[in-house]
Nanobody, 115 residues
Framework: QVQLVESGGGLVQAGGSLRLSCAASGIIFSIYTMGWYRQAPGKQRDLVAA???????NSADSVKGRFTISRDNAKNTVYLQMNSLKPEDTAVYYC?????????WGQGTQVTVSS
């Protein structure tokens, strides 16, 4: 059974930082592209950042220079370091694992940035 369990969300003031973690089980973690999407109320789910099995990364323009994605294959975990947070970063953040056949999703973690 595949599980992606996010943690690290919460309430933070604008300008603050949070680090999200996503621990995966049930997959060969090292071969999956991992990433984060977010969804604000009333909006579509948008890609935040992703990291391939080889370590290549990409991120949304809105978070470039503020958010960093990384992975630890030994711990089957992907991280999203979020700095200089803004109120518009408020959303539910979802971890995903994309393989050649299937994409798996976590349950989401709420990030709220107060002004």
């Amino acid at each position: 059974q595949v599980q992606l369990v996010e943690s690290g969300g919460g309430l933070v003031q604008a300008g603050g930082s949070l680090r999200l973690s996503c621990a995966a089980s049930g997959i060969i973690f090292s071969i999956y592209t991992m990433g984060w999407y977010r969804q604000a109320p009333g909006k579509q789910r948008d890609l935040v950042a992703a990291i391939t099995s080889g370590g290549s990364t990409n991120s949304a323009d809105s978070v470039k220079g503020r958010f960093t994605i990384s992975r630890d294959n030994a711990k089957n975990t992907v991280y999203l370091q979020m700095n200089s947070l803004k109120p518009e970063d408020t959303a539910v953040y979802y971890c995903y694992a994309r393989g050649s056949l299937y994409t798996y999703w976590g349950q989401g973690t709420q990030v709220t940035v107060s002004s």
